[in-house]
């Protein structure tokens, strides 16, 4: 027998061995199934348990059926159509195909960086220590973080009520996540469970990526506002004076926020000096450009050496996983941030959405308060959870009414970004009905 179990090769003509000759050279010689895949990528259903939620909805409403879907992180219209911004829609039909061919920089075009520096950081000074990388949306942007500022088997760390892919990203990455519990017992952003876990983590692996996703948490709706930034900065003071801190935001929903989406810039200065800043941004919801995949990392260095460092560490990761950005995506972005005339319409047609979403939400808290379902504050934004204290079996009495919601850990998530006005109050009845029933 040859080598690796190989049998000889019968010959099928003059040199060539036949197909059936061939199948028994390669048969396996053990009996057991010979698995190529390796075991850390066993996963089992790869499909995303909310996306397999959405598919239930979509397949019950085709049947007929009046369905409420609840589950999805997309903003559609009172008659449920996606909305998109007609600004952005323009912007494509103007640029010349050919120049979206062609590949992009891998950085990213220096016009569309640029612009989404400046969207962030307006005129604050953090702007001159910036640099920014483009990215195939947030998740991109999120990819690049772990991989950079973490070493393999570390977490990152992030409020207990986190958007699930976090767990994939840094999982497929060789890292793993880490959680503080969001909320104190008065409903408010906890930062000493924020101190206690970066000290653990300061002695357990001597850095620390932290993640924060706000404005507009996903899944809780929660904003951090100026109370929760006075009792934050100088914990992450503190701990960037132990060991190397890295705070990532995450503000892929900040432009559905009430006011100032990036008030918190400010709050950063001062803390700039002793730890990374980095930014996922993200124009999936803010253009309503979901398909598009186009994002940045940006990051904030006040040493001009390390900011370079940082920016070679980040264009690299780019070679090595996506190589390039979306080209046309990026260039149509581009001229809706910096065109004059297109960036104001853009803004005009994004408060229209945002209008139509805050009359969502505001019918939505106020039937949750008539009906005694307790939620975090929530005052903007695509998402937000209820308590529910068996969220699968609660969901699962929803789905009998026809009411699609995803259960989460100790919550339900409704997206009223995909929930019409009008199906508010049969969303709020469902909820109360199955939240608040008995187990
Ligand atoms: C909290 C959060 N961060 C980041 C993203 C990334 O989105 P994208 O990669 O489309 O920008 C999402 C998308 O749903 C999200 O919910």
Redesign the pocket.
């Not at 598919?55 to 369905?67: H, K, P």
């Not at 948490?217 to 060991?243: E, F, I, K």
């Not at 950005?325 to 319409?345: K, R």
């Given at each position: 027998m040859a080598r690796g179990g190989a049998r000889r090769v019968p010959r099928a003509g003059p040199g060539f061995p036949s197909a059936a000759s061939l199948r028994m050279v390669f048969a396996p010689v053990k009996s057991t199934p010979l698995r190529r895949l390796i075991p850390s990528r066993i996963v089992g259903g790869g499909d995303d348990p909310i996306f397999a939620l959405n598919a239930e909805a979509n397949r019950r409403r085709a049947a007929g059926e009046a369905v409420v879907n609840s589950t999805l992180?997309v903003l559609l219209d009172e008659d449920l159509r996606l909305s998109t911004l007609p600004s952005v829609l323009e912007a494509y039909r103007r640029l010349p195909a050919e120049r979206g061919a062609g590949y992009a920089p891998i950085a990213g075009p220096r016009p569309f960086l640029d612009a989404v520096r400046k969207d962030v950081f307006g005129a604050s000074p953090l702007l001159a220590h910036s640099c920014a990388v483009a990215?195939?949306?947030?998740?991109?942007?999120?990819a690049l973080a772990v991989a950079n500022f973490l070493e393999v088997g570390q977490p990152l760390l992030t409020p207990s009520f986190?958007?699930g892919?976090?767990d994939t990203i840094a999982s497929i990455a060789g890292r793993r996540v880490e959680t503080f519990s969001m909320f104190d017992r008065d409903g408010r952003f906890h930062v000493a469970a924020l101190e206690e876990a970066l000290a653990r983590q300061a002695a357990t692996q001597g850095r620390a990526l932290l993640v924060l996703?706000t404005p507009c948490?996903?899944p809780t709706g929660y904003s951090l506002d100026a109370h929760d930034w006075d009792a934050l900065v100088p914990v992450l003071q503190a701990a960037s004076q132990r060991m190397p801190l890295c705070v990532l935001m995450?503000v892929?929903?900040a432009r559905y926020a009430q006011g100032n989406p990036f008030d918190w810039v400010d709050r950063f200065a001062p803390l700039v000096e002793d730890l990374t800043l980095l930014v996922?941004w993200?124009?999936?919801?803010s253009f309503a450009q979901?398909g598009a995949?186009?994002?940045a990392c940006i990051a904030v260095e006040t040493d001009p050496k390390e900011l370079l460092l940082v920016e070679s560490a980040l264009t690299n990761g780019c070679r090595g996983t996506w190589s390039n950005g979306n080209h046309l995506g990026l260039l149509a972005i581009t001229e809706c941030l910096t065109d004059p005339l297109l960036s104001v319409s853009s803004m005009k047609e994004r408060v229209a959405l945002r209008t139509m979403l805050t009359a969502r939400v505001d019918a939505f808290t106020a039937l949750c308060k008539t009906a005694s379902l307790r939620h975090p504050r929530y005052e903007g934004g695509?998402?937000v959870t209820v308590e529910c204290p068996q969220p699968e079996v609660a969901a699962a009495r929803m789905r009998e009414l026809g009411v699609f919601v995803v259960p989460v850990k100790g919550a339900l998530r409704v997206a009223l970004c995909s929930t019409p006005l009008a199906s508010v109050p049969r969303l709020v009845d469902a909820l109360a009905t199955s939240v608040l029933q008995p187990q």
């Amino acid at each position: 027998m040859a080598r690796g179990g190989a049998r000889r090769v019968p010959r099928a003509g003059p040199g060539f061995p036949s197909a059936a000759s061939l199948r028994m050279v390669f048969a396996p010689v053990k009996s057991t199934p010979l698995r190529r895949l390796i075991p850390s990528r066993i996963v089992g259903g790869g499909d995303d348990p909310i996306f397999a939620l959405n598919a239930e909805a979509n397949r019950r409403r085709a049947a007929g059926e009046a369905v409420v879907n609840s589950t999805l992180g997309v903003l559609l219209d009172e008659d449920l159509r996606l909305s998109t911004l007609p600004s952005v829609l323009e912007a494509y039909r103007r640029l010349p195909a050919e120049r979206g061919a062609g590949y992009a920089p891998i950085a990213g075009p220096r016009p569309f960086l640029d612009a989404v520096r400046k969207d962030v950081f307006g005129a604050s000074p953090l702007l001159a220590h910036s640099c920014a990388v483009a990215t195939p949306g947030g998740t991109g942007a999120l990819a690049l973080a772990v991989a950079n500022f973490l070493e393999v088997g570390q977490p990152l760390l992030t409020p207990s009520f986190y958007w699930g892919p976090y767990d994939t990203i840094a999982s497929i990455a060789g890292r793993r996540v880490e959680t503080f519990s969001m909320f104190d017992r008065d409903g408010r952003f906890h930062v000493a469970a924020l101190e206690e876990a970066l000290a653990r983590q300061a002695a357990t692996q001597g850095r620390a990526l932290l993640v924060l996703n706000t404005p507009c948490n996903n899944p809780t709706g929660y904003s951090l506002d100026a109370h929760d930034w006075d009792a934050l900065v100088p914990v992450l003071q503190a701990a960037s004076q132990r060991m190397p801190l890295c705070v990532l935001m995450d503000v892929a929903y900040a432009r559905y926020a009430q006011g100032n989406p990036f008030d918190w810039v400010d709050r950063f200065a001062p803390l700039v000096e002793d730890l990374t800043l980095l930014v996922a941004w993200s124009a999936s919801k803010s253009f309503a450009q979901y398909g598009a995949r186009v994002g940045a990392c940006i990051a904030v260095e006040t040493d001009p050496k390390e900011l370079l460092l940082v920016e070679s560490a980040l264009t690299n990761g780019c070679r090595g996983t996506w190589s390039n950005g979306n080209h046309l995506g990026l260039l149509a972005i581009t001229e809706c941030l910096t065109d004059p005339l297109l960036s104001v319409s853009s803004m005009k047609e994004r408060v229209a959405l945002r209008t139509m979403l805050t009359a969502r939400v505001d019918a939505f808290t106020a039937l949750c308060k008539t009906a005694s379902l307790r939620h975090p504050r929530y005052e903007g934004g695509f998402f937000v959870t209820v308590e529910c204290p068996q969220p699968e079996v609660a969901a699962a009495r929803m789905r009998e009414l026809g009411v699609f919601v995803v259960p989460v850990k100790g919550a339900l998530r409704v997206a009223l970004c995909s929930t019409p006005l009008a199906s508010v109050p049969r969303l709020v009845d469902a909820l109360a009905t199955s939240v608040l029933q008995p187990q």
